[in-house]
């Protein structure tokens, strides 16, 4: 049985998009951002990378400042007898802590490859090595995976007693991320594509269940 924080890092490894929310000024911002958690980096818990723009005007107000990072899975849509008990089935991160952006040049590094290696697996080892000019215009950010939880909905409708009667299917549709054939870019000069398997593979659900591949 996997522990409440194995089961967090599980789905961080799995997943492809987080949110980032800060404040700017006097308004909120939540930001869709690309990012890889490391276990093992130096922040406290493990660190959680985002990958940004150094032209990105929020950045360095954000730097030092407390911010909400969320990764969410939806798996399903959960219809009930009655409108009050309709939800969804999902799984979502949230982290907590302050950011840092990440100045050592081989944690930079690191953390790129990890992060190119979350959207897919094993791509970091076949790209050429960035160069100083796209160094300069990217930035790295770290936050702590110490304040970190998961939360999960899974399972069929809970109806009140007196609607289990009422003339409505009830139940729910399981929902999933499917990676579709690869589309070869028209200048490309290998035209043979990566295989998609290890990314429906990443679209597993809590308890070990794992989608068929599509």
Not at 23 to 39: E, K, W
Not at 105 to 124: K, T
Not at 147 to 170: C, F, I, M, N, Y
């Amino acid at each position: 049985m996997l522990s409440e924080r194995d089961r967090l890092h599980a789905f961080l490894a799995e997943s492809v998009v987080a949110h980032l929310g800060v404040v700017v000024g006097d308004r909120p911002v939540v930001l869709p951002m690309a990012f890889a958690a490391d276990l093992a980096g130096p922040d406290p818990g493990g660190s959680l990378y985002l990958h940004g723009s150094v032209a990105a005007g929020w950045l360095d107000r954000a730097l030092g400042a407390p911010v909400c990072v969320t990764v969410t899975e939806l798996d399903g849509l959960v219809l009930a007898r009655s409108g009050f008990h309709h939800s969804m089935n999902y799984r979502s991160a949230v982290v907590i802590g302050t950011v840092r952006r990440v100045e050592d040049s081989s944690e930079r590094r690191r953390a790129l490859d990890l992060i190119i290696d979350q959207m897919m697996p094993g791509r970091a080892a076949t790209l050429r090595p960035p160069t100083k000019k796209e160094l300069a215009a990217t930035a790295v950010l770290a936050v702590p995976l110490r304040e970190a939880s998961l939360k999960v909905r899974e399972g069929g409708p809970v109806d009140d007693e007196q609607d289990l009667d009422a003339p409505v299917w009830a139940g729910h549709i399981p929902i999933r991320r499917v990676a579709g054939p690869p589309i070869t870019a028209p200048d490309s000069r290998i035209r043979s594509a990566p295989h998609t398997s290890s990314l429906a593979a990443r679209g597993g659900r809590p308890g070990g269940e794992r989608p068929e591949d599509g």
